[in-house]
């Protein structure tokens, strides 16, 4: 196996999504999805590419990594070479080193699926177990039960009231209507909703944006908020039940999403939705 490192620019965008569709499986832990790119679309196809790195063997992608954050990235590679000695050497090597252009020296914070073998060598060069996350699962096998919300597809009428619900649940003035439409032009999106949720007296409470990895895979929620003026009424819950029916509908197997296990409120409003827990996942950090 001779590993290649590389950025893929933004022509060799699509390939990284193309290859992280393919792996998406529910019978692998939760892992970087399409939908993770997809949102980071949102902010330019040019800044996302300058925060995706490759590992290819023999022109085959077999791992990708995004730089949520410049000291922070997101891991994963394909299934079948996730037990792979060689590969999970040559990642350990180039994250501890600078200078190959993945993670800057200091502290660093690294994400990976659940059963990767990088994780125990980055153990022993000093990495240290980090925030524990708690992904959960929707099968989608059976008819998912009505949300309760009426429930309007975003297009560009609505653009200003999906944000603007964003906006009020996390607190940001980021996601603004121009953002959105960037998103929305974005290749990923093609496979994604946007969803609002409006109660009986027509208040938009809720929103989330889902994403499919195609037919037979499982599909993402990225991200899900609910109204600052509207919490408390179970529209959480309502609003991940219609992301789960209309992932149904794309044709996903199941629906998935991880927040912060430290975050209980979310963790109880999946559950309540009908999402199953899976075993808790730990990032590593490196020490300064």
């Known amino acids: ?5 590389s950025e893929p620019g933004i022509d060799g965008l699509i390939g990284v999504v193309d290859a992280l569709r393919a792996w998406q499986d529910d019978r692998t832990p939760l892992q970087l999805h399409p939908g993770d790119l997809g949102w980071a679309w949102a902010l330019g196809a040019e800044r996302l590419a300058a925060a995706v790195r490759t590992w290819s063997d023999d ?3 077999i791992a ?3 730089l949520d954050a410049p000291d922070v990235l997101r891991l994963t590679t394909a299934p079948d070479v996730r037990q792979d000695e060689t590969l999970a ?3 350990l090597a180039d994250l501890n080193d600078p200078k190959r252009g993945v993670l800057p020296p200091g502290k660093v914070g690294l994400e990976l699926p659940n059963g990767a073998l990088l994780r125990e060598p980055l153990l022993e060069a000093g990495w240290n177990p980090d925030e524990p996350w708690t992904p959960l699962r929707h099968d989608l096998s059976e008819p998912v039960k009505d949300s309760g919300l009426r429930i309007e597809v975003a297009g560009p009428k609505t653009a200003g009231t999906r944000t603007a619900v964003h906006r009020s649940a996390f607190g940001s003035p980021r996601f603004t209507e121009e953002i959105w439409h960037v998103l929305a032009a974005g290749p990923v999106y ?8 409006y109660d009986d007296q027509d ?3 809720a929103a989330v944006t889902i994403w499919s990895a195609g037919p037979g895979r499982p599909g993402l929620l990225e991200p899900m908020g609910v109204h600052a003026d509207h919490r408390g009424h179970g529209h959480g819950t309502a609003i991940c039940l219609a992301a789960a029916s209309t992932l149904r509908e794309m044709g996903a197997s199941s629906a998935l999403v991880a927040t912060p296990s430290s975050n209980t409120a ?3 409003t999946y559950r309540a939705a009908g999402y199953e827990p899976s075993p ?3 990032d590593v950090s490196r020490p300064a």
């Open 1 to 5: 196996m001779t590993i290649v490192l």
């Open 59 to 61: 022109g085959r992608i």
């Open 64 to 66: 990708v990594g995004y």
């Open 89 to 91: 050497r040559q990642l």
């Open 190 to 197: 093609a496979d994604a909703r946007c969803l609002i949720g």
């Open 203 to 205: 208040n938009a409470v």
């Open 266 to 268: 979310a963790v109880a």
């Open 280 to 282: 808790e996942r730990l």
